[in-house]
């Protein structure tokens, strides 16, 4: 590894974001772990957001999280269509209901 290349890993461990356990916690059923990792830091730091996806990666000595942009965008998109039909239902029903106490 060159001299840059060591600087830059070493600046991107002083700025990584020591994290306290609070809670144990199993995800869904028994034995099985999860990682939950909570606060503003990570949309201000890391753009990270509710229903992000993330992809996993185990080292030796770390667990680097990565933002899986495309599926978050996918999930995202789908989200937003539920929504938005939703919404449109919600409009339907309601635009019927006044035209029924009108009648």
Same mark, same amino acid.
């Given at each position: ?8 890993? !070493? ?35 890391? &753009?990270?957001? +509710?229903g ?6 185990? !080292? ?14 996918e999930? &995202?998109? +789908?989200?937003?269509?539920?929504n ?20």
């Amino acid at each position: 590894m060159s001299r840059e290349g060591s600087a830059d890993v !070493q600046r991107q461990m002083l700025a990584m974001k020591k994290l306290k356990s609070t809670r144990a916690v199993t995800y869904r059923r028994y034995g099985i772990p999860a990682l939950i990792l909570e606060g503003k830091w990570l949309t201000e730091k890391y &753009r990270l957001q +509710i229903g992000d996806h993330v992809d996993i990666d185990y !080292q030796t000595n770390e667990i680097r999280l990565r933002k899986n942009t495309k599926l978050s965008l996918e999930s &995202r998109k +789908i989200l937003k269509q539920k929504n938005d039909a939703k919404q449109r239902a919600n409009e339907s029903t309601s635009e019927g209901s006044i035209e029924a106490s009108r009648g």
